[in-house]
């Protein structure tokens, strides 16, 4: 089969966004905030988001991730900038239905994320593609608007710290 | 018997398999490896002939069942030169072994202010179990750092090594880097300052001829399913006299002597610390792997490993834009060699390689310390073992040339 399969988990638009993505950054006035980790593989996402009232007046995402990951979290900002919250959870449980789901699902509202349905054929990188939905759910939905990931078992670093790399 | 390395493959029918219409390149033996015909058919001989608990029964099948198990117990210890059987606990695997050591020899022996010294290449299973230790007892945990081409930086290892430290523990080799550490001189300078040295076996017991009296390591864990055994079976190494003293971690059957309403006795090594039913197939299965390693030779495994690097690594280092991690010099490099396509996530590479038909895996190996230290979020591992042969080296250069060219076409 070679490499030609792989056009259709890479599209161009998936290159595009991963590339140049939109919406990378931070926001000064953030109202919610969350940090996703994808714990198998290390990927991290940082989300943003600043609602005013029920819409969601501005979004930024950081972090690190692959081509998949990064892709879908600039596409989910574009799609979800200036919608309400409830329309934000509507497009949350259909681009999971897309994805995952074995329904057909009008996907048109996701704008440019409806192309990751080719990552169906690639259950590996499923996480890869959710990943930024899910942080966009949690950061809508967690109490005070901020959410931890697991708490910390830490050892104080005091020592360790000496001997980092330099 | 002698067997060929370069006939091998056919006792390990996964291997004869297409993947994404590819024939199977299987290089990802640093996470499991593949089991033999002779492991599978042991584990289907125990299970239709000589199925039953072990140490518990006065009838023949009983008898087998424990004679069978307590054979592949004598096994494993003569694998690793272990004086005696009784220095050997079967665990579910490396990271079992680790966390009963620091369960038990750390619970009764580090207090406040003791140090615990590992490094920054260690796989969370020799790492975790230290951290939260120290956690415990208000320890304190050091790490040792390496030389930029991924060896131990063994001056640092003395700075770091003082009469404070009680336990050093380090992986023998990397499952990232692919470097050997020295541990039997980590073992000395642990012993001159009064520590016990710990040795996280998961990478090296199934490639290298290892014996662990020369090494004087006091504890030393390793994995089956990484030595073409079962998963769900592993073997813990400790010197009978730090065994004794250590107190069991866990209670109930097959591990007691003498059962009162208000005290209890327990049996004695190895059996103290093997409390219920073990997995008694899991170590025929790890016997029988054993018996397959042996009739080739481990010296015979890390020859042809090593060609397999020194044909490869230079392969890989000619790739431009390719980062090969750990050292450059095949010399210094086991069959474990992580690596960056510029520009590219591992995870993207890896995918692409699976087109290919090649398995590799991408991720952070379970090291994130050391990730952070190498500056990178994840990387891509082809790891190789004794049923690989030049061929695959050859699918997995050609494969990732292949993915380089794809992306460079595309957008990115
Ligand atoms: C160096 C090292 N230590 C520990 C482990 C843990 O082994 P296991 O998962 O079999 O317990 C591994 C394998 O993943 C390893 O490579």
């Known amino acids: 089969m070679g490499l030609s399969k792989l056009d259709n988990l890479y599209r161009q638009v998936i290159l595009d966004h991963s590339e140049h993505p939109h919406h990378h950054g931070q926001l000064a006035d953030a109202t919610n905030d969350i940090e996703m980790r994808n714990p198998t593989c290390g990927d991290v996402l940082e989300l943003q988001v600043q609602l005013d009232g029920d819409t969601i007046k501005d979004i930024a995402f950081g972090g690190s991730g692959c081509t998949i990951s990064q892709a879908s979290a600039s596409m989910m900002t574009d799609a979800v900038l200036n919608k309400s919250v409830t329309q934000a959870e509507n497009m949350v449980e259909v681009f999971s239905e897309l994805i995952v789901g074995d329904k057909p699902v009008d996907s048109s509202i996701l704008g440019d994320a409806a192309v990751l349905e080719g990552v169906k054929q690639f259950p590996a990188r499923i996480k890869c593609a959710t990943l930024a939905w899910k942080a966009l759910h949690k950061a809508l939905n967690s109490e005070d608007h901020t959410a931890e990931i697991g708490d910390l078992h830490a050892h104080a670093p005091k020592e360790d710290e000496s001997h980092d790399r330099n | ?62 008898e087998r069942a424990t004679e069978q198990f307590e054979n592949a117990r004598e096994k494993t210890a003569a694998f690793i030169n272990a004086p005696s059987k009784r220095n050997i606990l079967f665990t579910r695997g490396t990271t079992q072994s680790l966390n009963w050591i620091a369960a038990s020899y750390g619970e009764q022996n580090i207090k406040a202010g003791d140090e615990i010294v590992i490094s920054y290449m260690e796989h969370h299973s020799n790492l975790v179990p230290w951290q939260q230790l120290a956690l415990r007892k208000h320890a304190t945990l050091k790490y040792i750092g390496m030389h930029d081409d991924g060896t131990l930086d063994m001056a640092q290892a003395k700075e770091l090594i003082t009469d404070k430290t009680k336990i050093v523990s380090i992986a023998h080799v990397s499952n990232v880097l692919g470097v050997v550490n020295p541990l039997k001189a980590l073992a000395a300078l642990a012993h001159e300052h009064g520590a016990i040295m710990v040795g996280d076996g998961a990478q090296s017991v199934p490639h290298m001829p290892v014996d662990v009296q020369d090494l004087d390591v006091d504890f030393y864990a390793f994995s089956g399913h990484k030595m073409l055994g079962p998963t769900g079976i592993g073997g813990l190494y400790g010197k009978e006299a730090l065994l004794n003293a250590m107190p069991p971690i866990e209670f109930g059957g097959e591990m007691i002597d003498f059962v009162d309403l208000y005290e209890s006795s327990w049996k004695e090594l190895p059996w103290k610390f093997e409390a219920g039913t073990p997995d008694i197939s899991g170590a025929i299965g790890m016997g029988a792997a054993i018996d397959y390693l042996e009739a080739i030779g481990l010296d015979q495994v890390q020859k042809h490993e090593q060609a397999i690097v020194d044909y ?101």
């Open chain 2, 312 to 412: 490869v690594l230079p392969k890989l280092l000619a790739i431009d834009d390719l980062e090969v991690y750990g050292p450059q010099d095949p010399s210094k490099h086991t069959g474990v060699i992580a690596f960056n396509l510029k520009g590219l996530h591992p995870h993207d590479l890896a995918t692409a390689l699976d087109m290919e038909g090649v398995a590799v895996r991408a991720g952070h190996h379970c090291a994130q310390p050391l990730m952070k230290y190498l500056s990178v979020p994840a990387t891509a591992r082809a790891s190789f073992y004794l049923y690989n042969d030049f061929n695959d080296a050859d699918r997995l250069v050609d494969a990732i040339k292949a993915a380089k060219e794809f992306f460079k076409n595309g957008a990115i």
């Open chain 2, 1 to 62: 018997m002698v067997k060929q390395l370069k006939t091998i493959k056919t006792d390990f029918p996964i291997l004869d398999q297409k993947v994404n219409d590819e024939q199977l390149v299987y290089l990802d033996n640093a996470a499991t490896t593949q089991k033999p015909k002779a492991v599978v058919e042991a584990l289907d001989h125990y299970y239709y002939h000589d199925n039953a608990n072990v140490h518990r029964g006065v009838h023949t099948l009983a």
